[in-house]
């Protein structure tokens, strides 16, 4: 029996994630088959904003370089293409702006 299509984009989306997650080298790794929700993330992505952390804003800008480039290749997910640009270039400042005070 054929699954639906839009489950196998579904579960074929979760897969890119999970990888995208664990290879970014990220302290909190996602659990095997459990990615983190979005809102999980960008809450990670403004405290590393909000608390300067080395660690976790190299964790973000790959997290929002990868939004970036899934936000290319997938079609349906165009329209958050700009957000994780803008995301990216405020976490980039962050990393920018660490490295020039130390």
């Known amino acids: 029996m054929q699954r639906p299509r839009r489950r ?11 990888l ?6 990220s302290q909190r790794e996602a659990p095997a088959g459990k990615p983190m ?3 999980k993330e960008l809450r990670r992505i403004e405290l590393a904003l909000e ?17 970036c480039k899934l936000a290319v290749t997938v079609y349906m997910m165009r329209k ?9 270039s405020k976490v980039r400042c962050a990393l920018e ?6």
């Open 8 to 18: 196998l984009f579904a579960d074929q989306l979760v897969r890119v994630l999970n």
């Open 80 to 88: 958050q293409g700009k957000y994780w640009r803008q995301m990216e």
């Open 37 to 39: 929700t979005r809102f």
């Open 97 to 102: 702006n660490l490295e020039t005070s130390k």
């Open 20 to 25: 995208a997650v664990v290879s970014s080298g």
């Open 51 to 67: 608390h300067k952390n080395a660690a976790e804003l190299g964790w973000a800008l790959d997290y929002c370089t990868m939004r």
